[in-house]
């Protein structure tokens, strides 16, 4: 038994070295992570697309349980599945903003930039195209400061699926991202709620293929080996949780990152421009801390004064280009 856990562990090991040029940049699973979005659920039909705003409500009504009693302690339902070779994080969660002031917002191509940017790997992040041609060109890179050039290019192309009085969604979407991952999905539905407040639905998945299949793997079995995701599978003997492991709990963690960074983006609507910036960065830092068990990356004067200097970057190429 030994000998075999050895012998895993240890090839496990040269997988992950053998991948790991192209993925210590991000820790190897972030990158992944942020390719990622889609369907998820505690049941088969927990991760259909609503289409409307009926059939959104209709699944907070479902949800209304969960809602009201989870483990987060305030109205958030965090699901993961994987199915073949397809893994998906999704949320739905009630928000206080008002459904007319969080759409308006949403649909803007640089508020996505402005959240993605949140995250430790996305590096810079433009807003190009019109129209139908509409798209973010993003870099995934290390947790750690990175210059632009060394990170991932990816393309994002942004789609408004339908913006109407009391029902926004919206997509993200790339065909390719890195070692071979594929159909990559970042999907927001929004409706307005009969009390006040909007109710959201945020869903994150991509494929994976042999190469991306391995990195993760030897990942999870080195560098990634305690860290797990939030949904409860078990308990000890004490009664404590013993929360998913795996690739699933790593699609947990992201989903969780990236509805943080839209709650986080939506929180500073009400400041002056300028303000919001900083307001954005330090919210989605401390909200990230109150789950700093699956959350923890880096400390927050490292992660503040990193993302000040790529914000700084991304601004003075900005007005460089003007």
Same mark, same amino acid.
């Given at each position: ?33 942020? *390719?990622?979005? @889609?369907?998820?659920? =505690? #049941?088969?039909?927990a991760?259909?697309? +609503?289409?409307?705003? &009926?059939? !959104?409500? /209709? ?20 699901e993961?599945?994987?199915q ?19 759409a ?7 508020a996505?930039?402005?959240i ?8 810079h ?18 947790k ?27 997509? *993200?979407?790339? @065909?390719?991202?890195? =070692? #071979? ?5 970042? +999907?927001?539905?929004? &409706?307005? !709620?009969? /009390?006040?407040?909007s ?29 797990v995701?939030?949904s ?13 492991e795996g ?46 068990r ?17 914000? @700084?970057?991304?601004?003075? #190429? ?5």
């Open positions: 038994m030994l000998i075999a856990a050895i012998t895993a562990f240890a090839a496990a090991k040269a997988r992950a070295d053998r991948f790991r040029s192209a993925w210590s940049f991000c820790s190897l699973w972030p990158v992944m992570a942020w *390719l990622a979005i @889609a369907s998820v659920g =505690l #049941g088969p039909a991760s259909a697309w +609503a289409q409307d705003a &009926a059939a !959104l409500r /209709a699944r907070q009504v479902e949800l209304s349980a969960a809602l009201a009693d989870n483990n987060f302690g305030r109205p958030l339902v965090l993961s599945m994987q073949g070779d397809r893994l998906s994080g999704e949320i739905h969660a009630v928000i206080a903003q008002p459904f007319a002031v969080a308006a917002a949403l649909q803007s191509q640089q996505w930039c402005d993605l940017m949140l995250h430790l790997n996305v590096k992040c433009l807003a190009q195209g019109q129209g139908s041609d509409r798209r973010l060109q993003i870099a995934i890179g290390r750690h400061d990175q210059p632009v050039a060394d990170a991932f290019a990816l393309g994002l192309g942004y789609r408004i699926l339908a913006s109407q009085s009391d029902y926004l969604a919206l997509r *993200l979407e790339a @065909a390719d991202g890195p =070692l #071979g991952t594929r159909d990559f999905r970042i +999907a927001l539905e929004l &409706a307005p !709620l009969p /009390a006040g407040g109710f959201l639905h945020l869903s994150y998945s991509y494929r994976y293929g042999l190469a991306a299949r391995l990195a993760l793997q030897g990942y999870l079995a080195t560098l990634g080996r305690d860290k995701g939030f409860v599978v078990g308990r000890t003997a004490d009664g404590s949780p013993i929360h998913i690739l699933r709990g790593a699609v947990e963690r992201n989903t969780l990152r990236y509805y943080l960074a839209v709650e986080a983006y939506l929180g500073a609507l009400a400041l002056p421009p300028a303000q919001r910036p900083e307001r954005r960065l330090q919210a989605w830092f401390d909200a990230t801390e109150r789950h700093a699956q959350l923890h990356e880096l400390e927050r004067d490292d992660y503040l004064a990193m993302k000040r200097r790529e914000l @700084a970057r991304l601004a003075a #190429g900005s007005a460089a280009a003007n």
